[in-house]
């Protein structure tokens, strides 16, 4: 029983406990297992809340309304209850529940609301720009188990924020920028140009940022470019990499920053080869991150 139930009157606490047990028993008869164990801890855990804070009626409609709002603004390219997941560690803790550590596998993290599953195939060494703005950066890694072989032929999707802190998706029109897929060569290895990550707000024109602005929380995410990685019998790899020296690191709206997920970004001077021999007429910028993927089972 919570701490705040001892307040109130025996037969008042005893009335709520009653009322727990019997929507708990209502699901005794739920013909999948699991169900039943969700449902039933969901309820006991849900009721324990309520009674905690002394839950006002009015308090519950304003919950309510902020449900009801999150479902209002969510369509196919925008996901409230993602967002809504994401700032209460929610999505974090379920990633970290369901990606145990595993010898040197890369850590995953957060999956984000922005991921689209037509991204356009480039081949290895090929832009993912589409014309979103921003420094050139090379990205180049390799893509093993966790004996160290090199994983032929896994699908790597990639997806980030241009210079100004917006997705593609988040421009109402037609545009597919900063992101597409490719696939690892015969020795694990991938590259592709894409920007230099730069830190953006999260939605926040919405209920989810109406709740961070009351409780004086920032919208920012650190910069980051999102990263999934698919092959057969490996576990799937959903993960970003963040820039190191970033001050938002230890404060990313979302709680996904992992140390290990922490590159170097190497800017480097106008005039400086590439390593492809393309041309970068300023600056640009250079990555490694090499990914090691964990047993399906």
């Given at each position: 029983?919570?701490?705040?139930?001892h307040a109130a009157a025996p037969e008042q606490a005893a009335r709520e406990q009653d009322l727990t047990d019997r929507v708990v028993a209502s699901f005794d008869r739920a013909g999948d297992e699991r169900l039943k164990t969700v449902m039933q801890a969901l309820t006991r855990h849900l009721h324990a809340f309520l009674r905690e804070v002394r839950l006002t009626e009015d308090e519950w409609n304003k919950g309510i309304e902020f449900l009801t709002a999150a479902g209002h603004i969510t369509d196919d390219r925008r996901q409230e209850f993602i967002l809504l997941s994401d700032v209460l560690g929610a999505s974090m803790q379920t990633i970290a529940i369901n990606n145990e550590a595993y010898g040197s596998a890369t850590e995953a993290t957060v999956f984000g609301p922005f991921f689209m599953d037509d991204?356009?195939?480039i081949?290895?060494?090929?832009?993912?720009?589409?014309g979103a703005t921003g420094q050139p950066c090379w990205v180049e890694g390799t893509v093993t188990d966790t004996s160290g072989r090199p994983v032929r032929g896994a699908r790597i999707e990639?997806?980030?924020a241009d210079e100004d802190g917006f997705y593609d998706v988040q421009y109402g029109d037609e545009r597919t920028a900063g992101r597409a897929h490719l696939y690892s060569d015969d020795d694990g290895g991938y590259r592709f140009w894409g920007i230099t990550p730069t830190p953006y707000p999260i939605p926040h024109d919405g209920p989810v940022g109406a709740l961070l602005a009351a409780t004086g929380r920032s919208p920012l995410r650190a910069a980051h470019l999102?990263?999934?990685?698919?092959?057969?019998g490996l576990r799937t790899?959903?993960?970003h990499i963040f820039v190191r020296g970033d001050e938002l690191l230890a404060s990313d709206s979302v709680f996904g920053v992992?140390?290990?997920?922490?590159?170097?970004?190497?800017?480097?001077?106008a005039g400086t080869p590439t390593p492809d021999g393309r041309a970068v007429a300023g600056t640009w910028s250079r990555t490694r991150f090499d990914m090691v993927l964990a047993p399906r089972e």
């Open positions: 029983m919570a701490e705040d139930d991204a356009p195939r081949e290895n060494g090929g832009d993912i720009a589409g990639v997806w980030e999102h990263f999934m990685v698919t092959a057969p790899l959903v993960t992992k140390d290990s997920l922490v590159m170097d970004f190497e800017e480097l001077p």
